[in-house]
C-alpha cells in the first residue's frame, strides 16, 4: 500500500509522517529527496546555478536554500522555473525508493509531500491523505517555527494550492486544528483501517 501524504506548510503533515512511521511505515520524506537531487554535483544542481546564477551559493558552494527560497516563493514565475528543473529529478527518485521498497517487501510506504498533487506523485500512490488546517493556525505555526516574519509566511502559504483544491484528489481529509493527540488517535485508526 502506497500512501500520498500532503498538506500545506505549517499543516502537521510531517507529525502525521513521524506518527506513521513509528506504526510501523517507510516514509519517503519528498523534501529530502529535492534537497538531495540539488547538491552539488547533482544533474539538478548544475541547472539550478546555470538559470539563478552564483549568487544563490553560499561559501561551500552548496545552494543556500534560504536566499533561493525568498527569490522564488516572491515570484510565481521563478518558481515554475525551479520547480520544472527539480520535478522531473524528484520524480524519478521517488519512483526508484518505491520500486525498491516494494522489492524490499515494505507493507505500507508513505509518500510524504507538500506538493504531492502538483508534482504529480498521487499517481504513484493507492490513496491520498490530505492533512487540513485553518489558515490562521497555519501563520501562527510557520511563524513560530521557522522565525518567519508574517510576510514571508504569508508569501510561502500563498505560493501552494490551497486544501480546497487539493481536497478533490484525497480520500482522506485529516482536521488538524485540534490536539496532538486528537491528530494520534485519527492517525491510529486510519491505520487499523488499512
Excluded at 173 to 186: A, F, M, P, S
Aim: with cysteine; aromatic share 6%.
Amino acid at each position: 500500500m502506497v500512501i500520498g501524504l500532503t498538506g500545506g506548510i505549517a499543516s502537521g503533515k510531517s507529525t502525521v509522517s513521524s506518527i506513521l512511521k513509528k506504526l510501523g511505515a517507510y516514509i519517503i520524506d519528498v523534501d529530502k529527496v529535492g534537497r538531495d537531487v540539488v547538491e552539488k554535483g547533482e544533474k539538478a544542481y548544475n541547472e539550478i546555478v546555470c538559470f539563478f546564477g552564483k549568487k544563490i551559493l553560499q561559501h561551500d558552494d552548496q545552494i543556500n536554500r534560504k536566499v533561493l527560497g525568498n527569490i522564488v516563493f516572491s515570484d510565481s514565475k521563478q518558481l515554475q522555473k525551479l520547480n520544472s528543473i527539480t520535478h522531473p529529478h524528484i520524480i524519478e527518485r521517488v519512483k526508484e525508493i518505491i520500486s525498491k521498497c516494494k522489492t524490499d517487501g515494505k507493507n505500507v510506504i508513505v509518500v510524504d509531500a507538500a506538493i504531492l498533487i502538483e508534482m504529480g506523485l498521487h499517481s504513484l500512490c493507492d490513496t491520498v491523505w490530505l492533512i487540513s488546517v485553518d489558515k490562521e493556525t497555519q501563520l501562527k505555526r510557520l511563524m513560530e517555527r521557522d522565525n518567519y516574519t508574517y510576510e514571508e509566511a504569508m508569501n510561502r502559504i500563498m505560493a501552494q494550492t490551497s486544501d480546497k483544491k487539493k481536497s478533490v484528489y484525497a480520500d482522506v481529509v485529516i482536521d488538524n486544528t485540534g490536539t496532538l493527540e486528537e491528530l494520534e488517535n485519527k492517525v491510529l485508526e486510519l491505520w487499523n483501517k488499512i
